[in-house]
């Protein structure tokens, strides 16, 4: 028999270290503030270890509390996540773990079409990623750019991606040499450090600089602040595709695309059987390379990757 601590007190000091309030804990356990600290100083005692450092306003666990908290929380998430695996396939959720721009500019608009195709699947997204490559806990499937290889995941390629220069539409004269990119500003994102750069060398003009530069921390803000006319984005080519279609955004140098990672839908290996788990993957997969086709036809004004004329030497 496993010897544990009382549960309430666990609760307790995993939301309080979470959180960083004891008030706040309180809140979301809907219980006392007083009921909090009691719990808390009961684990402490039990451990015979103090959890938190006291000495200022916000409680910030000790090297102890900090361990016993992360173990804590990926232990809550997956208990919720085997409780969710055990109820009826009938209404199931699926918590799905997804980059925020493809999110946005991709995956909701598709929903719909899903959700009519198969109501007693519920999709609930977030963009937790709590390591670089494994699951975060509570969730269960991802979409990832590019393959991690890890041995305990399975990773399902489902739509390719590339990167080029985007500006705001309506379209107007395009820059007349990849020299001229050097007077706009740069829209760059933490997310994508290496996009810019990437484009440069693919162009032939790789140790190109702009005159000024903005730094965003994810690629979907980068992309937000094109569409206001705040400068030139390193775009990921596909996602953006409707924004091309609808001129609000102009690709700069079409002719001039370099790849990226692809997408990839990515759960545990022990899930592969789950109904749900097969019937996204197999929707994505279709939705993909359905997204694909329509970018490679004419009017999707794709071409290779390559050089154009004007580069910088």
């Not at 809140?27 to 007083?34: A, P």
């Not at 997804?98 to 699947?121: E, N």
């Not at 903005?214 to 030139?232: N, W």
């Not at 140098?253 to 993957?281: C, G, N, W």
Request: glycine share 8%; charged share 25%.
């Amino acid at each position: 028999m496993r010897r544990l601590p009382p549960l309430n007190s666990l609760k307790s000091f995993e939301a309080v270290a979470r959180l960083g309030s004891v008030v706040r804990a309180a809140e979301e356990l809907c219980v006392s503030h007083g009921a909090v600290s009691k719990q808390v100083l009961n684990l402490e005692r039990w451990l015979g270890a103090e959890l938190f450092d006291r000495r200022g306003r916000r409680l910030e666990p000790t090297a102890a509390g900090k361990v016993l908290a992360d173990d804590l929380r990926d232990a809550f998430d997956r208990m919720a996540g085997a409780v969710e695996r055990a109820r009826p396939e009938a209404g199931r959720k699926l918590v799905i773990s997804a980059p925020p721009t493809l999110t946005l500019h991709w995956l909701v608009p598709r929903l719909t079409g899903f959700l009519r195709q198969y109501p007693d699947i519920q999709i609930q997204l977030n963009n937790r990623r709590d390591r670089a490559h494994a699951l975060p806990g509570g969730v269960d499937a991802a979409i990832r750019r590019g393959r991690s290889g890890e041995p305990q995941l399975i990773e399902t390629a489902f739509m390719k991606e590339a990167v080029t220069p985007l500006r705001a539409g309506p379209a107007r004269r395009r820059p007349a040499s990849i020299n001229a990119l050097a007077r706009e500003t740069w829209l760059t994102a933490d997310m994508r450090p290496d996009d810019w750069q990437r484009w440069l060398a693919a162009a032939g003009a790789p140790h190109l600089q702009p005159q000024a530069s903005l730094g965003f921390d994810h690629t979907y803000l980068a992309v937000e602040a094109a569409l206001d006319g705040l400068g030139v984005v390193m775009g990921p080519r596909y996602l953006m595709q409707e924004e091309l279609e609808a001129g609000r955004l102009v690709a700069l140098f079409p002719e001039v695309l370099a790849p990226a990672d692809d997408y990839f839908f990515v759960h545990d290996k022990q899930r592969s059987a789950d109904p749900a788990i097969a019937t996204l993957r197999a929707w994505l997969q279709a939705e993909g390379q359905a997204h694909e086709a329509r970018i490679r036809a004419p009017s999707g004004n794709v071409s290779s990757c390559g050089r154009i004329s004007g580069t910088a030497h």
